[in-house]
Nanobody
Framework: QVQLVESGGGLVPAGGSLRLSCAASERTFSSNGMGWFRQAPGKDREFVAAINWSGGSTVYADSVKGRFTISRDNAKNTLYLQMNSLEPDDTAVYYC???????????????????WGQGTRVTVAS
């Protein structure tokens, strides 16, 4: 079973930057698509960004396009989310997730992912 551990959250002023990391336990990480999702208080979990197994394809939610960058280092079994120009509306708990399918196309739905981390909190102060 894949275990995912996020880190890098914190409190940042509006306009600031953070880089989230997600360490995966499985060596098969390199064949799984990965995604970042977030959940703000009182709201449903929503898609943020996703990357395919090789890192060659990425997809972003419109709300973060041009500000966030998803990437992966398969040699280190680690997924990243670089977040720039942060806004108060970006405040949420951020989760990384792994697709159970190998060598699949990018997925953007919550139900497309089987493995989830525990989340890391990001707070953007206005």
């Amino acid at each position: 079973q894949v275990q995912l551990v996020e880190s890098g959250g914190g409190l940042v002023p509006a306009g600031g930057s953070l880089r989230l990391s997600c360490a995966a336990s499985e060596r098969t990480f390199s064949s799984n698509g990965m995604g970042w999702f977030r959940q703000a208080p009182g709201k449903d979990r929503e898609f943020v960004a996703a990357i395919n197994w090789s890192g060659g394809s990425t997809v972003y939610a419109d709300s973060v396009k041009g500000r966030f960058t998803i990437s992966r280092d398969n040699a280190k079994n680690t997924l990243y989310l670089q977040m720039n120009s942060l806004e108060p509306d970006d405040t949420a708990v951020y989760y990384c997730a792994a697709d159970w399918r190998h060598y699949s196309n990018i997925k953007v739905g919550v139900t497309d992912y089987l493995y989830w981390g525990q989340g890391t909190r990001v707070t953007v102060a206005s």
